[in-house]
């Protein structure tokens, strides 16, 4: 089973999001996302009765970090990864 954080970045990358600002209220990715969180979701938000639920889409990412820029190395990996095939130094 995926992470939620494996799963959304899934959906902002099969819609070429790049930047969550990017997000737009009734775009394919908003509703892939409305799709992905509607049985967490609040059910007032969902319907707009209670919050916005592009609103709390919003904070759903800023919680799980994609409100923060990524910073990789020059092969591409994060920063902080390391593993047995790949030096701490950059290629």
């Not at 007032?44 to 639920?53: D, E, L, Y």
């Not at 990412?61 to 390391?82: I, R, V, Y």
Request: glycine share 6%; net charge negative.
């Amino acid at each position: 089973m995926i992470s939620e954080y494996e799963a959304v970045k899934k959906i902002l990358d099969a819609n070429g999001i790049t930047d969550i600002d990017e997000v737009e209220y009734g775009s394919e990715c908003f509703d892939e996302l409305m799709d992905y969180y509607e049985d967490e979701m609040p059910y007032g938000v969902m319907k707009a009765r209670t919050g916005m639920p592009d609103e709390w889409i919003y904070d759903k990412l800023c919680d799980l970090g994609f409100d923060k820029e990524e910073q990789n190395d020059p092969n591409g990996l994060p920063l902080n990864f390391t593993d047995r095939y790949h030096d701490e130094e950059p290629a």
